[in-house]
């Protein structure tokens, strides 16, 4: 049973540019969020999208943005790249009814570097 | 807003010695509690979890904690440390309504033989 996967695995951008970052849940999950982990630091909650349809935010710029498919995998993208979105970007996939109580299955993330 | 604090940001412990990291929570109800571990270059694994009952919760890994509401504390446990626990390790809380879990900052552990 694959869990969670995430591609690419690295990443180099340059300031200005914009990315996607892919993931896709462990096999029966319905619920997709999107962390970012700066250098040193805890994951910081970026957005959940569940049916398609973010559901809730943290607090990022629009400049952060995502998408869910039908097959439950999920897209985040970053415009206008600044050198401060360099992070571990972790896609983390749950079933949504037993978040709260079951946790999270974590992908081992895109290391993302903007210079 | 909910916050989760890991007071310590290194702790060194010798092989084979007892480990505990502690870990503090805001939320005035009763909260869900984890403890994840990120190795280097990894994503987080899950180790344990608490949201009801027994307040001594058992863990992969040989780990343990503790939830103990009066502390407002989560501390992680484990008797007998090996060198393969070296690794980043986050407590994380949901609490009410809210499906989002906050992370602590994490402790960084590190094991000498």
């Known amino acids: 049973d694959a869990g969670v996967t995430q591609s690419p695995t690295h990443l180099i951008k340059t300031r200005g540019q914009q990315v996607t970052l892919r993931c896709s849940p462990k096999?029966?999950?319905?619920?997709v969020s999107w962390y970012q982990q700066a250098l040193g630091q805890g994951p910081q909650f970026i957005f959940q999208?569940?049916?398609?349809?973010?559901?809730q935010r943290g607090n990022f710029p629009d400049r952060f943005s995502g998408h869910q498919f039908p097959n439950y995998s999920s897209e985040l993208n970053v415009n206008a790249l600044l050198l401060g979105d360099s992070a571990l970007y972790l896609c983390a996939s749950s079933l949504l009814r037993f978040t709260s109580s079951y946790g999270y299955t974590f992908g081992s993330g895109t290391r993302l570097t903007v210079v | 807003a909910q916050s989760v604090t890991q007071p310590d940001i290194h702790i060194t412990v010798s092989e084979g010695a007892s480990l505990e990291l502690r870990c503090n929570y805001s939320y005035g109800a009763t909260p869900y509690l984890f403890w994840y571990v990120q190795s280097p270059g990894q994503g987080l694994q899950l180790l344990l979890k608490y949201f009801s009952g027994d307040t001594l919760v058992q863990g992969i890994k040989g780990f343990e904690a503790e939830f103990k509401r009066s502390q407002s504390s989560f501390n992680l446990r484990k008797p007998s440390v090996h060198w393969s626990d070296a690794a980043e390790y986050f407590c994380a809380e949901t609490s009410g309504g809210s499906y989002i879990p906050t992370f602590g900052r994490g402790t960084s552990l590190i094991v000498h033989p």
């Open positions: 096999s029966g999950h319905d619920t």
């Open positions: 999208y569940y049916e398609e349809e973010e559901r």
